[in-house]
T-cell receptor
Framework: DSGVTQTPKHLITATGQRVTLRCSPRSGDLSVYWYQQSLDQGLQFLIQYYNGEERAKGNILERFSAQQFPDLHSELNLSSLELGDSALYFC??????????????FGPGTRLTVL | AQSVTQPDIHITVSEGASLELRCNYSYGATPYLFWYVQSPGQGLQLLLKYFSGDTLVQGIKGFEAEFKRSQSSFNLRKPSVHWSDAAEYFCAVGVVSGGYQKVTFGTGTKLQVIP
């Protein structure tokens, strides 16, 4: 158990809908990262937050957005869902972002299925 | 930009046999290297990491990895594989860019263990 929690574990929805994925980082971790894992794209970095502020963006679509709240939990919002958005979405957390020795710890993931 | 190559998509080994999973990275400076394991339906678990110092790194579950700068490699090894080691293994490289660490993952190697 990494200490990172994600809810829900599974999510099934229809095309065009909007969903919210939630992540609680390990106690004391200030950074949160979101990743998408699909069969054809592998593990893709989406976005990173540090203490409530966005710090880095990866391959995140404009239909997707995220935020980190004052209690450090984070939410990933996916809108206008398409079939191709079906994937495993992982959250990871780390102590601090300004460190070359930072290690990311991953949550169990949310499996999103878009029908 | 940094990159990670895991040349073997699938590897099959017999239980009790030794294992070596290959990882090559591309980066101009000293990278920070990680190996993660993902069991089916699970999140990624950190096996080991290399930041500096001794180039032979010991990890959990009996795994070790050796950093070879001359070969730009960070291969994962285990002397005797157990059936429970069947999983997907990801090599990752972390670099500090603009004061923040960015981690890039390889495409993964799926390990099958046969009796």
């Amino acid at each position: 158990d990494s200490g990172v929690t994600q809810t829900p574990k599974h999510l099934i929805t229809a095309t065009g809908q909007r969903v919210t994925l939630r992540c609680s980082p390990r106690s004391g971790d200030l950074s949160v990262y979101w990743y998408q894992q699909s069969l054809d794209q592998g593990l893709q970095f989406l976005i990173q937050y540090y203490n409530g502020e966005e710090r880095a963006k990866g391959n995140i679509l404009e239909r997707f957005s995220a935020q980190q709240f004052p209690d450090l939990h984070s939410e990933l919002n996916l809108s206008s869902l398409e079939l191709g958005d079906s994937a495993l979405y992982f959250c990871a957390s780390s102590e601090q972002v300004r460190s070359s020795t930072d290690t990311q710890y991953f949550g169990p993931g949310t499996r999103l299925t878009v029908l | 930009a940094q990159s990670v190559t895991q040349p073997d998509i699938h590897i099959t080994v017999s239980e009790g046999a030794s294992l070596e999973l290959r990882c090559n990275y591309s980066y101009g400076a000293t990278p920070y290297l990680f190996w993660y394991v993902q069991s089916p339906g699970q999140g990624l678990q950190l096996l080991l990491k290399y930041f500096s110092g001794d180039t032979l790194v010991q990890g959990i579950k009996g795994f070790e990895a050796e950093f070879k700068r001359s070969q730009s490699s960070f291969n994962l090894r285990k002397p005797s594989v157990h059936w429970s080691d069947a999983a997907e293994y990801f090599c990752a490289v972390g670099v500090v860019s603009g004061g923040y660490q960015k981690v890039t993952f390889g495409t993964g190697t799926k390990l099958q263990v046969i009796p």
